[in-house]
């Protein structure tokens, strides 16, 4: 396969950096830059569009999320920011706000992990199960009945594990690898979201 156009090399290799800089700057008064963290994030959605029909919600949310956050990014510098600003207003959780959509968007980022991890469980284990069982664990609890009831229709509708690997350019041992890189560099990108709300007493249960 070749690697240099596999989506999955530009996003291990870009978390791998933004975790880097995450846990360099946990002992520093400087922040995360929110357009390096949007460049980023922007690189997983061709893996929401590769999941066909059964995502088209999240690809779809998850862009336009990024795509909002990208603009913010013209005002606020850093992710911490656009927090402030909202606490300020009072607006964290109002649709629509840069602190909801942030959240939406790490929401994204574990919703990747988790199907990585499940995916990566056995070689049996289909694209299908995997999907379901990340889905279940990071944004079911979140969405309502309606979205859950369409979601579990639509999973009848992804890729079979080798069809993915094709629109990857991966095969399995080369895509495994690549998707331990994400999940071992999104955890401390994830643990840096969340931090930025908990140390703003603002709950993560929504």
């Known amino acids: 396969m070749d690697n240099v156009a596999s989506p999955l090399t530009a996003i291990a290799e870009s978390f791998e950096l933004l975790a880097k800089l995450v846990v360099s700057l946990k002992d ?45 990014s013209k005002k606020h510098v850093t992710v911490p920011t656009i927090l402030d600003a909202d606490v300020a207003n009072d607006t964290v959780k109002t649709p629509g ?3 909801r959509n942030l959240r939406r968007v790490r929401q994204g980022l574990d919703l990747i992990r988790a199907l990585f991890e499940q995916f990566m469980s056995t070689d049996e284990y289909s694209l299908r199960d995997a999907a379901s069982t990340a889905y279940a664990q990071v944004c079911a609890p979140y969405h309502s009945w309606t979205v859950r009831t369409a979601v579990s229709a639509g999973m009848y509708t992804l890729p079979t594990r080798e069809q993915l690997l094709l629109k990857l350019n991966e095969t399995n041992q080369s895509a495994e690898k690549k998707m331990r890189r994400y999940i071992d560099a999104s955890g401390p990108v994830i643990e840096y979201i969340d931090n930025l709300y908990i140390s703003r007493k603002i709950t993560l249960d929504w």
Do not use: Q
Not at 39 to 62: I, M, N, P, R, T
């Open 97 to 99: 706000s840069h602190s």
């Open 28 to 72: 520093s008064s400087e922040e995360l830059r929110l357009d390096m963290l949007c460049d980023a994030c922007s690189l997983v959605s061709v893996l929401f569009s590769s999941l066909g029909l059964a995502f088209k919600f999240a690809e779809l949310e998850y862009v336009s999320k990024v795509h909002d956050l990208a603009e913010a």
